[in-house]
């Protein structure tokens, strides 16, 4: 199995945990910036952590939750019961140096998307209202999307999140295309993770992540619930007829921007539709 694909630990508790440390690889020698964890909370269950030297974004994937940060209490929040609704999720953004929590109302999952923080945003609810809702592409490269917390929306530090559903027999973050360069303004350095569900759970994906030269190419069958790790190079995605794709994004890096160029090899396909990745 490749070192870029992670697969839960069980279906209970936190059965994802990436960060900076555990990312690392022969695949991914350089990784320093997103982390990534899931929670699945049955109800009534809680739990909390600290930020450290980190800012987070908390993202109610499902399910009810009652969420507290920096000793401000937000109540319950969140209303889809199943991604595949495609209704907005309610998020949280929490500061390095603080703290959340996060009790259960029904059963839930939780996505907590980390990043080096710098002080520079307070804690705050990231309601429905606050994130837009577009779509990309044409034809089998028509995709739905909705940017959490984009560069446009001034609310983090170093995080950029997104959220997007891929219908099925459709391709996303295509045409391949890639931000591994720090050369603002024409490409910034991002690592990026793909947290993947299927619907109906039991299908999967593909994504393949490689670099012009191929010295990393890596193509990955993607279960529900596994999440593909992006240290660099392009990173296209398909869904089989039958399944529909959801993918959690999380970027971070350098700088809090996204800046990529599609692989030269499939420019035309930009070309001649006029909507890129």
């Given at each position: 199995?490749?070192s870029l694909l992670?697969?839960?630990?069980?279906?209970s508790?936190k059965?994802?945990d990436?960060?900076?440390?555990s990312?690392?690889?022969?695949l991914?020698?350089d990784w320093a910036y997103?982390g990534?964890?899931?929670?699945?909370?049955?109800a009534g269950d809680t739990t909390?952590?600290?930020?450290?030297?980190r800012?987070?974004?908390?993202?109610i994937v499902?399910?009810k939750v009652?969420?507290?940060?920096g000793?401000?209490e937000?109540g319950e929040?969140?209303?889809?019961?199943?991604?595949f609704e495609?209704?907005k999720?309610?998020?949280?953004?929490?500061p390095?140096g603080s703290n959340w929590?996060?009790?259960?109302?029904?059963?839930?999952?939780?996505a907590v998307?980390?990043a080096?923080?710098?002080?520079?945003?307070?804690v705050r609810l990231?309601t429905?209202a606050?994130?837009?809702?577009?779509?990309?592409?044409?034809g089998?490269n028509?995709?739905?999307i909705?940017?959490?917390a984009?560069e446009?929306?001034?609310?983090?530090?170093?995080?950029?999140v997104?959220?997007?559903?891929?219908?099925?027999g459709?391709?996303s973050?295509?045409?391949p295309?890639?931000?591994d360069?720090?050369d603002?303004?024409?490409m910034t350095?991002l690592?990026?993770?793909?947290y993947?569900r299927?619907?109906?759970?039991q299908?999967?994906?593909?994504q393949?992540v490689?670099t012009d030269?191929?010295?990393l190419?890596e193509?990955?069958a993607v279960?529900?619930?596994?999440?593909?790790l992006v240290p660099?190079?392009?990173?296209p995605?398909?869904a089989?007829?039958?399944y529909d794709?959801?993918y959690?994004?999380?970027?971070?890096?350098p700088?809090r921007k996204?800046?990529?160029?599609?692989?030269?090899?499939h420019?035309?396909?930009?070309?001649?539709?006029?909507k890129n990745?």
């Amino acid at each position: 199995m490749s070192s870029l694909l992670v697969k839960p630990t069980g279906t209970s508790g936190k059965v994802i945990d990436i960060t900076p440390q555990s990312a690392k690889s022969d695949l991914a020698p350089d990784w320093a910036y997103v982390g990534f964890a899931i929670h699945h909370l049955a109800a009534g269950d809680t739990t909390s952590e600290a930020t450290g030297d980190r800012e987070a974004i908390i993202v109610i994937v499902d399910g009810k939750v009652e969420l507290a940060a920096g000793g401000q209490e937000f109540g319950e929040c969140g209303d889809r019961m199943s991604v595949f609704e495609k209704k907005k999720p309610t998020c949280l953004y929490v500061p390095n140096g603080s703290n959340w929590s996060a009790t259960a109302i029904t059963q839930c999952t939780i996505a907590v998307c980390t990043a080096p923080g710098k002080s520079g945003h307070p804690v705050r609810l990231i309601t429905p209202a606050d994130i837009g809702d577009e779509t990309r592409g044409t034809g089998a490269n028509t995709r739905h999307i909705h940017p959490i917390a984009m560069e446009e929306f001034d609310v983090a530090d170093s995080l950029l999140v997104t959220e997007v559903w891929t219908p099925q027999g459709n391709w996303s973050s295509y045409p391949p295309h890639r931000h591994d360069e720090d050369d603002f303004p024409r490409m910034t350095y991002l690592e990026e993770t793909y947290y993947h569900r299927l619907n109906p759970s039991q299908g999967f994906g593909f994504q393949r992540v490689f670099t012009d030269d191929r010295s990393l190419d890596e193509t990955m069958a993607v279960s529900d619930g596994e999440v593909v790790l992006v240290p660099k190079g392009h990173h296209p995605c398909g869904a089989p007829y039958g399944y529909d794709m959801y993918y959690l994004n999380v970027m971070a890096g350098p700088m809090r921007k996204w800046r990529f160029e599609n692989h030269p090899d499939h420019e035309w396909i930009v070309e001649r539709d006029g909507k890129n990745a």
